[in-house]
């Protein structure tokens, strides 16, 4: 672990623990943090890209967030995500298009 950062653990490590801690880690294989918590949108207007290191939709586009990490980008008509981006750091976490959209539009 870089010592001038805290860097959450990857999916990859937690994974080789073999079981959830509930202690809602960012990257939780096992859907324990999303269940909990839930994502956060933001449109891409409102927020704050000078870190985002990942491709992103740049107009009429939301930021999907999990704990404030930003975890994907999408587009969206009245009732569907059109377009969807998952940041690599989120791969493995179950996170995909039709979850992002049972939280945005319920």
Wanted: negative net charge; hydrophobic residues 35%.
């Amino acid at each position: 672990m870089d010592t001038d950062e805290f860097k959450p653990m990857s999916v990859a490590d937690l994974k080789k623990r073999g079981h959830c801690c509930r202690s809602t880690c960012v990257h939780c294989p096992y859907g324990y943090t999303l269940k909990q918590l839930g994502l956060k949108f933001t449109k891409i207007e409102d927020f704050d890209t000078t870190g985002l290191k990942e491709e992103y939709f740049e107009t009429d586009s939301h930021i999907a967030t999990l704990k404030g990490y930003p975890v994907a980008s999408f587009k969206v008509n009245h009732i569907i995500i059109t377009d969807f981006i998952l940041f690599k750091d989120f791969e493995g976490q179950g996170i995909t298009k039709e979850v992002v959209e049972s939280y945005f539009f319920y």
